[in-house]
């Protein structure tokens, strides 16, 4: 059975930083691509950032500079540092593991999501 389990999410003033954190388990976790999106309410789900197997990172033009994407395939663990944070960061906030396998079959999986609300 596949689990992501994202923790670290809260309250923090703006300017502040807060770290988010996914625990992959039943997954072969070297190979997937692993990504941060988040949602606001009343908006669409939105990639914030993504790491590749190989270590390459992408992220969203609204967060360069601010967050850093990591993983430790040792640990199944991803982790998003999101610093600088501003009001329109507040979203919730879910992990994802990607893969195509040697059939081009797609295995994507989601986390249940963590909150991080930033606010004064």
């Known amino acids: 059975q596949v689990q992501l389990v994202e923790s670290g999410g809260g309250l923090v003033q703006p300017g502040g930083s807060l770290r988010v954190s996914c625990v992959a388990s039943?997954?072969?976790?070297?190979?997937?691509?692993m990504g941060w999106y988040r949602q606001a309410p009343g908006e669409q789900r939105e990639s914030v950032a993504t790491?590749?197997?190989?270590?390459?990172?992408n992220y969203a033009d609204s967060v360069k500079g601010r967050f850093t994407i990591s993983r430790d395939n040792a640990k199944n663990t991803v982790w998003l540092q999101m610093d600088s944070l501003k009001p329109e960061d507040t979203a919730v906030y879910y992990c994802n593991a990607r893969n195509i396998d040697v059939y081009g079959q797609l295995r994507d999986y989601w986390g249940q999501g963590t909150q991080v609300s930033v606010s004064s």
């Open positions: 039943g997954i072969f976790f070297r190979v997937y691509e």
């Open positions: 790491i590749m197997s190989g270590g390459s990172r």
